[in-house]
């Protein structure tokens, strides 16, 4: 389950060997991608409240917005032989409490219910320049540094 935090963009790897699907708690109004047409195969189901992609061929990284009766959501696609499967997408807020998860050599990631929070200085949160903290979607995949971060 992916916690969608507002103004967060979440990345998304898509390939051509299965489908990945988005599914959201309300009805997907419509979604606009970034890239050619002849990329990504997309269907709405199960009462237009999921998204299924599949890359027709490889693509270059390219984003994704999907507009529901509820909310807006952000997403970077990439292809990858080794794609997303079924992911589930929530409304995320941003927690006042936190529990210190990782410590690296120069940043802090604390975990909250629904969002992470991410301490450091001069270090990129997915490919975001931060000075001193940043929220990121909890469930969706964390990069610093340019380098994904597993817990």
């Not at 952000?74 to 941003?94: N, P, T, V, Y």
């Amino acid at each position: 389950m992916i916690y969608s935090l507002l103004g967060s963009v979440i990345l998304i790897l898509v390939g051509n060997q299965s489908l990945t699907t988005l599914s959201f708690d309300s009805e997907i109004i419509s979604y606009i991608y970034g890239g050619k047409q002849s990329d990504i195969y997309f269907n709405k189901a199960h009462h237009n409240k999921t998204l299924v992609l599949k890359a027709k061929k490889d693509f270059n990284p390219s984003n994704l917005l999907v507009v529901t009766r509820k909310r807006k959501y952000a997403f970077d696609l990439r292809f990858s032989k080794s794609s997303d499967g079924f992911l589930d997408i929530k409304h995320g807020i941003i927690n006042r409490a936190y529990k210190l998860i990782l410590e690296g050599a120069n940043y802090k990631v604390f975990e909250g219910s629904t969002s992470l929070k991410v301490l450091g200085e001069n270090i990129s949160v997915n490919n975001k320049k931060i000075n001193k903290r940043t929220y990121v979607s909890k469930g969706a995949r964390l990069f610093i540094n340019n380098k994904e971060v597993r817990f």
